[in-house]
């Protein structure tokens, strides 16, 4: 079974301070994905990252990074120098190689940034 | 290029009736998949259509029934709402073939509110 747990339900934070949100997945597959989706208000869902089971090569992007661990099959994510508009819901998920695209998604982490 | 598309962005309807949302994908993609996303939780997977077949089904009971036509759109319908069917309803698209590697585009959503 493919499950994925953020057990992060809400975060505050301050702004430009760093923040990191936590991804936890379970699954039986040796080849799988992982996303992380950004969610504000609006309700869209925005696209971040993919990560493939292959590939544990820490990835930074601008104030984003993303640390894959498989060994504790974590893919967590941290914005450094958080900003207000950093403030959304936070969805990771996970995606099989072979299912087309159906994607799991954990429960998501609500990220306060304050000014 | 018009990303995923959703109508109506907001409905409300009455315990029993039936609803029917729609959603057109981005261009150039042929596969839509649908998603319900309850308040304060993670989109959960619905099923998924290519080529005006239902290739893959989430946990849902079968007053969830969907179509696809010639120009890749598709419909989620969903028969005798119950209270619990209140949610967003997301949909999204990608390329069919690419597996989990594609990135999936998702739609603004449809806020449903059953009363």
């Known amino acids: 079974a493919q ?5 992060q339900t809400e975060i505050s934070v301050v702004e430009k ?9 379970e699954t039986r597959d040796t080849t799988y994905y ?6 504000p208000p609006s309700g869209e869902l925005v696209f971040l990252i993919r990560r493939n089971s292959f590939d ?4 930074i ?5 993303w640390n894959f661990q498989k060994s504790t ?3 967590n994510f941290t914005i450094t120098a958080s900003q207000v508009v950093d403030s959304a819901v936070y969805f990771c998920a996970l995606s099989q190689l072979n299912n087309f695209n159906k994607f799991y998604f954990g429960s998501g982490t609500k990220l306060n940034v304050k000014p | 290029d018009a990303g995923v598309t959703q109508s109506p962005t907001h409905l409300i309807k009455t315990r029993g009736q039936q609803v029917t949302l729609r959603c057109s994908p981005k261009s150039g993609h042929d596969t839509v998949s649908w998603y319900q996303q309850a308040l304060g939780q993670g989109p ?5 259509y290519y080529e005006e077949e239902e290739r893959q089904r989430g946990n849902f009971p079968d007053r969830f029934s969907g179509h696809q036509f010639p120009n890749y759109s598709s419909e989620l319908n969903v028969n005798a709402l119950l209270l619990g069917d209140s949610a967003l ?4 698209s990608s390329l069919y073939g690419t597996g989990g590697e594609d990135e999936q585009y998702f739609g603004p959503g449809t806020r449903l509110t059953v009363t």
């Not at chain 1, 301070?17 to 997945?25: H, I, K, N, P, Q």
């Not at chain 1, 992982?34 to 969610?39: N, S, V």
């Not at chain 2, 309803?89 to 999204?92: Q, S």
Request: hydrophobic share 35%.
């Open chain 2, 44 to 48: 959960q997977f619905i099923f998924q």
């Open chain 1, 61 to 65: 992007s601008g104030r984003y990074s």
């Open chain 1, 34 to 39: 992982l996303f992380w989706y950004k969610q």
């Open chain 1, 56 to 59: 544990e090569q820490n990835e």
């Open chain 2, 89 to 92: 309803y997301l949909c999204a």
């Open chain 1, 17 to 25: 301070e760093d923040v990191t949100l936590d991804c936890v997945y």
């Open chain 1, 3 to 7: 499950k994925v747990t953020q057990a």
């Open chain 1, 73 to 75: 099959s974590s893919f």
